[in-house]
């Protein structure tokens, strides 16, 4: 029911904005938390921001370098990615909870994104 777009191939450095849009879902209504999983490696809630707020947190792995956002009118919410780091390559997912705080805890949310990959190499 969540869609993730925006990944690609970026230079060390350089930016990418990734999408989250629901066919079925106001996503202002939900907390949406972006995830991320890098190969052998745990997945990792790095960015959320709260239901009917624009209340965010922020992992310290990316705090300052990216931003998330939501788009009520297009029923999407964004992250913006800047001064990408190699460790930032992952697969990144976006995911929805009804509750109104944040969480870093997979399991508290109900609703997944398919997950799209960021590779950031030069």
């Known amino acids: 029911q969540l869609h993730a777009s925006g990944g690609g191939l970026v230079q060390p450095g350089g930016s990418l904005r990734l999408s989250c849009t629901a066919s079925?879902?106001?996503?202002?209504?939900?907390?949406i938390v972006w995830f991320r999983q890098a190969p052998g490696k745990e997945r990792e809630g790095i960015s959320c921001?709260?239901?009917?707020?624009?209340?965010?947190n922020y992992a310290d792995s990316v705090k300052a370098r990216f931003t998330i956002s939501r788009d009520g009118a297009k029923n999407t919410v964004y992250l913006q990615m800047n001064s990408l780091k190699p460790e930032d390559t992952a697969v990144y997912y976006c995911?929805?909870?009804?509750?109104?705080?944040?969480?870093?805890?997979?399991?508290?949310?109900?609703?997944w994104g398919q997950g799209t990959q960021v590779t950031v190499s030069s």
């Open positions: 921001i709260r239901r009917t707020s624009t209340g965010t």
């Open positions: 995911a929805a909870a009804a509750r109104g705080i944040c969480s870093w805890s997979g399991s508290d949310f109900r609703y």
């Open positions: 079925e879902l106001t996503l202002r209504s939900y907390t």
